[in-house]
T-cell receptor
Framework: GEDVEQSLFLSVREGDSSVINCTYT??????LYWYKQEPGAGLQLLTY?????DMKQDQRLTVLLNKKDKHLSLRIADTQTGDSAIYFC????????????FGIGTKLQVIP | NAGVMQNPRHLVRRRGQEARLRCSPM?????VYWYRQLPEEGLKFMVY????????ESGMPKERFSAEFPKEGPSILRIQQVVRGDSAAYFC??????????????FGDGTRLSIL
């Protein structure tokens, strides 16, 4: 099955850039997702990238995909305190339907 | 609110009781997924259902856990004879169409189950 790995914790100062990394073992040619979870809440779809793209930019968010190395990253520019949350990488499994494997989540702490 | 609705938000049970968790998918969505999130752990897939069918229950414990998604009404995740280790946040997600991988799963806010 799919294995998705993320670092557990990242701490940055307000105004700096944050880079959250994710590696995976297998993926069908589909979309790869980033979700954000704030305390006590569910997962909110943040952004996604199609697997034939290298980069996608959406305001302060930049997603980079290195398909050869099976590496996905999420860059948050000008990180704000409201960005403090857990960020999950989600990768569809190869298979007949969209079963998705989630990473363990990276907890982003933004220091004022 | 057109999002995925889960209730209750918090549920407290004593060991040995039954827990029922409900999930109403987004309007127009016919596919439901249940996940469990243990403290300091990621999301673990439990079961995937369509209306009246269980498609994949490979992540669900063989005993005490069951899930259904009837033709009418919400999806139910049922845990019988709960034990302390069942304490977790249980999330439901829904998607509109099977097999189209550009349809992301949309999540509810979860049910936090505490076992005394």
């Amino acid at each position: 099955g799919e294995d998705v790995e993320q670092s557990l914790f990242l701490s940055v100062r307000e105004g700096d850039s944050s880079v959250i990394n994710c590696t995976y073992t297998d993926s069908s040619s589909t979309y790869l997702y980033w979700y954000k979870q704030e305390p006590g809440a569910g997962l909110q779809l943040l952004t996604y990238i199609f697997s034939n793209m290298d980069m996608k930019q959406d305001q302060r968010l930049t997603v980079l995909l290195n398909k050869k190395d099976k590496h996905l990253s999420l860059r948050i520019a000008d990180t704000q305190t409201g960005d403090s949350a857990i960020y999950f990488c989600a990768v569809p499994n190869s298979g007949g339907y969209q079963k998705v494997t989630f990473g363990i989540g990276t907890k982003l702490q933004v220091i004022p | 609110n057109a999002g995925v609705m889960q209730n209750p938000r918090h549920l407290v049970r004593r060991r040995g009781q039954e827990a029922r968790l409900r999930c109403s998918p987004m309007k127009g969505h016919s596919h439901v997924y249940w996940y469990r999130q243990l403290p300091e752990e990621g999301l673990k897939f439990m079961v995937y259902l369509q209306k009246e069918n269980i498609i994949d229950e490979s992540g669900m414990p063989k005993e005490r856990f069951s899930a259904e998604f009837p033709k009418e009404g919400p999806s139910i995740l049922r845990i019988q004879q709960v034990v302390r280790g069942d304490s977790a946040a249980y999330f439901c997600a829904s998607s509109p169409v099977e097999g189209l991988s550009n349809q992301p799963q949309h999540f509810g806010d979860g049910t936090r189950l505490s076992i005394l």
